[in-house]
């Protein structure tokens, strides 16, 4: 069954950089992007990018961009994120997620998360 | 960027009930809509994509309908697992996938 299992837990100061990683299993992890969530304490869900395990091709959220990298390593499937400049208000769970894309005879595609992984909890705090 | 607005922001309701949560996108969205179960200290579960289909493996009490920028998501009889967080995300406006605020059901 597929499978995402991410790294455990961080603490980091502020001005760190924090790597997670996304270890895929159960499927190809070469034919769907690996997508990063977050979720600051009691708040809801934020998009951060994508990247895709086959070309290596990435994209963030405006919002990140600058700070965050994402990159993978196809020999073990795994994804990784990393954030730099790290802040106070980065203290968040951080998920991966498989992205499901469904071609359709008509329109564009239909997209959808369809695989998450447990998430990584990073606090920034000096 | 495209807003998605759920409403109402929390509900309490009990064990048979039924439930409906609203989710409203800033502009026409078609049927690109899907819905997650979030239940606390875990991740986030796919319900319903495409509005209206159920993911597999999802009881047949939870559906999904609407189109262009209005949609819900209903619970035909609650059960006590149901109690979770709820949000909408938008998969039109690429790369963007914007998510709702969210929805808090709890036991009332």
């Known amino acids: 069954q597929v499978q995402l299992v991410q790294s455990g837990a961080e603490v980091k100061k502020p001005g760190a950089s924090v790597k997670v990683s996304c270890k895929a299993s159960?499927?190809?992890?070469?034919?769907?992007?690996i997508h990063w969530v977050r979720q600051a304490p009691g708040q809801g869900l934020e998009w951060m990018g994508w990247i895709n395990p086959n070309s290596g091709g990435t994209k963030s959220a405006q919002k990140f961009q600058g700070r965050v990298t994402m990159t993978r390593d196809t020999s073990i499937s795994t994804a990784y994120m990393e954030l730099s400049s790290l802040r106070s208000d980065d203290t968040a769970m951080y998920y991966c997620a498989r992205f499901k894309i469904v071609l359709l005879p008509a329109g564009p595609p239909l997209y959808y998360f369809d695989s998450w992984g447990q998430g990584t909890l990073v606090t920034v705090s000096s | 960027d495209i807003q998605m607005t759920q409403s109402p922001s929390s509900l309490s309701a009990s064990v048979g009930d039924r439930v409906t949560i609203t989710c409203r996108a800033s502009?026409?969205?078609?049927?690109?809509l899907n819905w997650y179960q979030q239940k606390p200290g875990k991740a986030p579960k796919l319900l319903i994509y495409a509005a209206s289909s159920l993911q597999s493996g999802v009881p047949s009490r939870f559906s999904g309908s609407g189109s262009v920028t209005d949609f819900t998501l209903t619970i035909s009889s609650l059960q006590p697992e149901d109690f979770a967080t709820y949000y909408c995300q938008q998969s039109y406006s690429t790369p963007l996938y914007t998510f709702g605020q969210g929805t808090k059901l709890d036991i009332k």
């Open positions: 159960g499927y190809t992890f070469t034919g769907y992007y």
């Open positions: 502009q026409n969205i078609s049927n690109y």
